[in-house]
């Protein structure tokens, strides 16, 4: 079983997280990739598109978002390493759910886990927009724990 665990620190992809290492623990040949996603552009609404985000401030946010994901990263594998299940760490820039289908479907994953809601600002009342949109579009089967 080939799984790409998706999180973002969040409790929810925490237990996301969690169940991935059971599911993994039942399958020793599991192929596991604990994928975390920033975004560049999730700086405040204000100075979106505004082109007045001096680039030294972008690739200091990038920076600190890129070692964020891997401090959250770190923390997953500690998970799955606990229980003798060896995975890879993948850090991507994008938007969130458009990298996730397209890591789904290049990767040849056979599933996809994650959250019902992340970190997102905006959520919706049950699903959140990235789960959705994953669960909605990716061609592999989608985990959404709750």
Partial sequence: MKMLVCTDGSEQSQKAVQEAVRV???F???EVTVLYVYEAAALPAYSRGRGDIP?????????LSEKAGQDILESAAAEFKAKGVKCELLIK???PSDVIIDEAAEGGYDM???GSRGLGGLRRLLLGSVSNAVAQQAKTNVLIIK
């Fill in 24 to 26: 993994a623990d039942n």
């Fill in 55 to 63: 680039e030294e401030v972008l690739l200091r946010y990038e920076g």
């Fill in 93 to 95: 820039k994008g938007y």
């Fill in 112 to 114: 996809a886990v994650m």
């Fill in 28 to 30: 020793k040949s599991a």
